[in-house]
């Protein structure tokens, strides 16, 4: 049974920084690529980064770049998102997800967290 188990997020000032974890258990890790998508009510859920198997190969939306950091360590099945600079805006349900091939599409990721609230306040 796959797993992904999403922590880090709360409430934070806007300019402050938290770091996402997400652990995957029940499948190959390091055969996967990883996501991040963030939702708010009523909304689609949007791409927020992604990450190849091996980490060589990173995307992030335009909206968080030179902000947030995506990476993994695939010794300890985890993917990261590093969040600096946090805006109100960035306020959101974060959600990590699994794929075989990386791509900035949620249809096309197999597994998913149970996702984690972000909440900046100004």
């Known amino acids: 049974q796959v797993q992904l188990v999403e922590s880090g997020g709360g409430l934070v000032q806007a300019g402050g920084s938290l770091r996402l974890s997400c652990t995957a258990s029940?499948?190959?890790?390091?055969?996967?690529?990883m996501g991040w998508f963030r939702q708010t009510p009523g909304n689609e859920r949007d791409f927020v980064a992604a990450?190849?198997?091996?980490?060589?190969?990173?995307f992030h939306a335009e909206s968080v770049k030179g902000r947030f950091t995506i990476s993994r360590d695939n010794s300890k099945n985890t993917v990261y998102l590093q969040m600096n600079s946090l805006k109100p805006e960035d306020t959101a349900v974060y959600f990590c997800?699994?794929?075989?091939?990386?791509?900035?599409?949620?249809?096309?990721?197999?597994?998913w967290g149970q996702g984690t609230q972000v909440t900046v306040f100004s």
């Open positions: 029940g499948l190959p890790f390091s055969n996967f690529a």
């Open positions: 990450i190849s198997w091996s980490g060589a190969s990173t």
């Open positions: 997800a699994a794929t075989e091939i990386v791509t900035k599409k949620p249809d096309s990721y197999d597994h």
